[in-house]
């Protein structure tokens, strides 16, 4: 029988996102059944898939790594106790198979000596019954031996995934996600963009308690939560603590609006000021240890600095994903006190008092149509917090970023802007700059007209748009003269309006 892989491994083995091959199944280029595909098809689509090493996973893992600036080489390996509870279940599992390959063994014998005598004993029409039997069962054995050898070893893949890997799938939304190197169930979530319950990460608050309904977890990571007896005997662990032994189904909730996350405060520290031009800063605050803020990409904070509290309305411009770091872009601006301080007196290690989240510029659910985001300055950090958080859910198909630059601050992450571009077949990236008079709604409209006119298919696309307020109004002209209707805009004002 053949064997069938999720769709979540056979992208992975492939090396593709799993957008891409959920793309090929729905253009019937490759047969699904109840979520699963055969390896076989898999093969004939991309025959470059390998089952039997872990290249593949690695190729898709260097594109988000590129994507996301994040460094994947020191990725560790799994518990070594949960490692070879994993090794010791595929050795049973190999021992059955041969116990199983050793009956086929026997019943073939038997039915080879059954044959031989029929055709000694039998008639000519029986020796020719026979011969056809004999036939068709050594075409099949051949079939078998053929399709074993292309796709090399072909049960090595899903078993190495399970081993190296395992699925975890969230009831009732049913989202999917592998666990890698040494992740908790919890890490693993949260790098694959999925926002669940947790508060400090660290075995603390319960917050992340869950019940496990199928498969197997160990402990990995201590913990002083208690989990009572009958909480353990009904599935409960924390998914902050334990990593899985097996494929795993569980039951926890996961919030895709606003409203299911609550607002937070969280006393951060200034851990990186960068200047890639010399009028916006990136600014990366770090959360404690045993705090990370829980909020979606695209929404947005307020922060607090100084002796003084001077405060703004940011944007979050990086992935939920991304552990304890949160991001913000800084425009220079004398006239703002926030920014005056932040340019001239801020500096590693001062403290940032966050408060967040607030907003509802979120993709909503599954990203189930083409996305065209369009950024004006600053506002590319909401743009790029959506982005990064799309790729890390691995649905990154049919992403256009359109990003205007006015004044001085200029594209100020191009290189990441083309990094995604290189990384991603379906990310297409368009800077486009406004000379002439900084924040002049006519020049907008007409740099904007003219790159939105090449888009595609405007009608089947949702459309982001940060910046500034009249640049926003904008582009939602402009969208609304070719035909894009008000549900399928969203926008977020940069600085938010408080
Ligand atoms: S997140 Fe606090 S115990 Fe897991």
């Not at 919030?255 to 890639?276: T, Y």
Request: proline share 5%; aromatic share 6%; glycine share 6%.
């Amino acid at each position: 029988m053949e064997q069938r892989l999720s769709v979540l491994r056979a992208a992975k083995l492939a090396g593709v996102t799993r957008a891409e091959l959920q793309f090929r199944i729905k253009q019937g280029d490759l047969p699904s059944f109840d979520g699963t595909v055969g390896v076989g098809d898999l093969l004939n689509l991309y025959p470059a898939t390998r089952m039997s090493d872990d290249r593949t996973l690695e190729k898709l893992e260097k594109i988000k790594a590129a994507a996301l600036g994040k460094d994947i080489a020191n990725r560790s390996l799994p518990d070594p106790r949960v490692l070879a509870e994993r090794l010791a279940r595929l050795g049973h599992q190999l021992t059955r198979l041969r116990q199983q390959n050793e009956q086929y063994a026997v019943v073939l014998e038997s039915l080879e000596n059954r044959l031989r005598e029929l055709e000694q004993e039998g008639d000519a029409s029986t020796r020719a019954a026979v011969l056809e039997i004999k036939r068709t069962v050594q075409s099949a054995l051949h079939q078998e031996r053929v399709e074993s050898y292309a796709s090399g070893a072909r049960t090595d893949g899903g078993s190495w995934m399970t081993v190296m890997a395992p699925q975890v799938r969230l009831v009732p939304d049913d989202h999917e996600f592998l666990v890698e190197g040494a992740d908790t169930v919890l890490e693993a979530a949260l790098r694959a963009g999925l926002s669940i319950a947790y508060g400090c990460s660290n075995g603390n608050c319960g917050e992340c308690k869950a019940r496990v309904v199928s498969g197997e977890v160990r402990e990995v990571r201590p913990h002083d939560f208690v989990i009572s007896e009958t909480e353990r005997t009904q599935g409960y662990a924390l998914l902050c603590s334990v990593a899985p032994v097996t494929d795993l189904v569980i039951e926890v909730g996961v919030a895709s609006s606003p409203d299911q996350i609550a607002l937070q405060s969280i006393d951060a520290l200034v851990r990186e000021i960068q200047r890639p031009k010399p009028h916006v800063m990136l600014l990366r605050v770090q959360t404690p240890r045993t705090r990370r803020l829980r909020f979606l990409g695209g929404q947005y904070a307020r922060l607090r600095v100084g002796d003084e509290a001077v405060e703004a309305l940011l944007p979050l411009a990086n992935c939920p994903c991304d552990d304890r770091n949160l991001v913000f872009h800084v425009a220079e601006d004398r006239e703002d006190p926030f920014a005056r301080y932040c340019f001239e007196h801020l500096r590693k290690g001062d403290p940032v008092a966050v408060e967040a989240p607030f907003g509802d510029f979120v993709i909503p659910g599954d990203v189930k149509r083409p996305l065209v985001f369009l950024a004006c300055d600053t506002g590319f950090a909401a743009v790029k917090s959506l982005i990064e958080h799309v790729i890390a859910l691995d649905e990154a198909y049919g992403i256009d970023l359109i990003w205007v630059a006015t004044g001085a601050i200029g594209h100020y992450q191009d290189n990441l802007c083309r990094s995604w571009e290189d990384a991603l077949d379906s990310l297409r990236y368009r800077p486009l700059r406004v000379n002439s008079v900084s924040g002049d709604p006519e020049t907008w409209s007409a740099t904007l007209a003219g790159a939105l006119t090449r888009l595609e298919n405007p009608g089947a696309c949702d459309f982001y748009i940060a910046g500034p307020q009249p640049f926003i109004a904008v582009a939602q002209d402009l969208l609304k003269r070719i035909n894009v209707s008000a549900e399928q805009c969203r926008s977020q004002t940069v600085p938010p309006e408080r």
